[in-house]
């Protein structure tokens, strides 16, 4: 085996038979699951525990990330409404209309990532409407993980089943 089919393996388009595609799909929901609305979830945590400065520094942190998520989504929020259709049915026609697994592959990782988009812009919106802080401000944010975490394991299982699908299909047993 020389270098360039090294290489070509190791970077093989035929996503859901490479190994970094499933270690890709892993730490996108890892890091969705763990930054709640750009927030860590061990501050989260620290704050709850510890309170003082952990606390001021969540409140803080929840502040400047709920005001920059709003601020995106109300300056160009109709923009990257179109973009992301557009981008999302490009991916569908090019996945399943022309079979590019690759196209297949980014679409189950981005549809998903949309929704949490949108739920985070919702979640966004609630906690400036309310003013929520303390343990209401949490309990949002841990109900909020919930969901991410509820769209991340349907994602996931989908994503196995079609990936079982597309390897049994290109190469079956037997």
């Known amino acids: 085996m020389d270098l360039s089919q090294t290489v070509l393996e190791l970077i093989d388009f035929r996503s859901f038979s490479n190994l970094w595609f499933w270690i890709a799909l892993a730490v996108f929901w890892s890091s969705a699951s763990h930054w709640v609305l750009g927030v860590p979830w061990d501050l989260v945590l620290r704050a709850k525990r510890k309170g003082g400065q952990a606390e001021d520094d969540f409140h803080d942190l929840v502040r400047v990330n709920t005001n920059r998520i709003l601020h995106i989504a109300n300056v160009s929020g109709l923009w990257l409404i179109a973009i992301v259709s557009f981008v999302m049915t490009g991916l569908i026609v090019l996945g399943w209309v022309y079979g590019v697994e ?66 049994l299909l290109v190469s079956p047993l037997g």
């Open 102 to 167: 690759f196209a297949q592959a980014v679409f189950l990782i981005l549809c998903p990532m949309s929704l949490v988009g949108m739920i985070s812009i919702r979640v966004s919106r609630k906690i400036q409407e309310e003013a929520l802080v303390g343990d209401a401000l949490r309990k949002r944010l841990s109900r909020h993980r919930f969901w991410v975490q509820f769209v991340g394991m349907i994602s996931i299982f989908i994503t196995s089943l079609w990936g079982m699908y597309q390897n």
